[in-house]
């Protein structure tokens, strides 16, 4: 199986972008923006918003594309933080719900995606290169917050950290999250289920069918989970092949 990488998601080779300087406030429902270079952050407040084969990239210390509004779709874009303090997410879908997260290449920030709210799609991204300028960074591919967050699909990306950060995914007490067919790497360990974060019980979440590669301590860590949660079915080691469990 061939993930997605660098030739295959952000900006399509052979579009032509223009420069857009300065943040970009969207508040008109159906917005469709497409086709721009953007330096500065991107906030979708309306619904129905559509961000596509565009770049963006920002200095602000919180977030590049910050998404609240319904239905958002992100696709084919290129998100990167330049040079900022810290703490830094290349998209923030702050409770929003159904967004879309198809195909981008996201980097050089403290998270990937960082997502609240309910019904998103995180789909064939190429998350890679984490970085950032502050003292005590906390990195993550992507992160669902506890107590908030429900009916989330995480599949076929490339969530390539390195072992010294945090995870290429993690979580706090969410319900209905589906995780398949992801190749993960990196992070102390790569991937989190912690139930002492959040509001409420986790339920229905699930690993299944991918491939983990290197890490620093292991590739799972599930703390006070519920019996059962999360379903770890169908994955494995990304060089040799070999089938793992939950708690190697």
Same mark, same amino acid.
């Given at each position: 199986?061939?993930?997605?990488?660098?030739? @295959?998601?952000?900006?399509?080779?052979?579009? *032509?972008?223009?420069?857009?300087?300065?943040?970009?406030? *969207?508040?008109?429902?159906?917005? !469709?923006?497409?086709?721009?270079?953007?330096?500065?952050?991107?906030?979708?407040?309306?619904?129905?918003?559509?961000?596509?084969?565009?770049?963006?990239?920002?200095?602000?210390?919180?977030? *590049?594309?910050?998404?609240?509004? $319904?239905?958002?779709?992100?696709?084919?874009?290129? !998100?990167?933080?330049?040079?900022?303090?810290?703490?830094?997410?290349?998209?923030?879908?702050?409770?929003?719900?159904?967004?879309?997260?198809?195909?981008?290449?996201?980097?050089?920030?403290?998270?990937?995606?960082?997502?609240?709210?309910?019904?998103?799609?995180?789909?064939?991204?190429?998350?890679?290169?984490?970085?950032?300028? &502050?003292?005590?960074?906390?990195?993550?591919?992507?992160?669902?917050?506890?107590?908030? @967050?429900?009916?989330? $699909? %995480?599949?076929?990306?490339? %969530?390539?950290?390195?072992?010294?950060?945090?995870?290429? !995914?993690?979580?706090?007490?969410?319900?209905?999250?589906?995780?398949?067919?992801?190749?993960?790497?990196? &992070?102390?360990? @790569? /991937?989190?289920?912690?139930?002492?974060?959040?509001?409420?019980?986790?339920?229905?979440?699930?690993?299944?069918?991918?491939?983990?590669? /290197?890490?620093?301590?292991?590739?799972?860590?599930?703390?006070?989970?519920?019996?059962?949660?999360?379903?770890?079915?169908?994955?494995?080691?990304?060089?040799?092949?070999?089938? !793992?469990?939950?708690?190697?």
């Amino acid at each position: 199986m061939t993930f997605p990488n660098a030739n @295959t998601t952000g900006v399509p080779k052979g579009v *032509v972008l223009s420069p857009r300087s300065g943040d970009m406030q *969207v508040d008109v429902d159906g917005t !469709i923006i497409e086709g721009l270079d953007i330096s500065g952050v991107v906030i979708i407040d309306a619904d129905n918003v559509i961000l596509r084969n565009c770049r963006v990239r920002s200095t602000d210390t919180f977030v *590049v594309v910050w998404v609240h509004g $319904t239905n958002a779709r992100i696709e084919r874009c290129d !998100i990167a933080g330049i040079i900022h303090a810290g703490g830094q997410k290349a998209i923030w879908i702050d409770g929003a719900k159904g967004c879309k997260v198809l195909r981008c290449d996201l980097s050089n920030c403290d998270d990937g995606i960082y997502a609240s709210g309910s019904g998103h799609l995180i789909r064939a991204n190429y998350i890679h290169d984490m970085a950032s300028g &502050g003292n005590d960074p906390h990195f993550d591919g992507v992160q669902l917050e506890g107590g908030d @967050t429900d009916h989330v $699909t %995480i599949t076929g990306n490339n %969530i390539v950290m390195a072992i010294e950060q945090n995870s290429a !995914i993690t979580m706090g007490v969410v319900q209905n999250v589906k995780v398949d067919a992801n190749r993960l790497y990196g &992070g102390g360990y @790569t /991937t989190y289920c912690d139930a002492r974060f959040g509001e409420g019980v986790m339920s229905k979440v699930s690993f299944t069918n991918n491939r983990y590669g /290197t890490h620093n301590y292991g590739y799972t860590a599930f703390e006070e989970c519920p019996p059962g949660v999360p379903v770890f079915i169908g994955n494995v080691d990304d060089i040799t092949g070999l089938p !793992i469990s939950a708690g190697q």
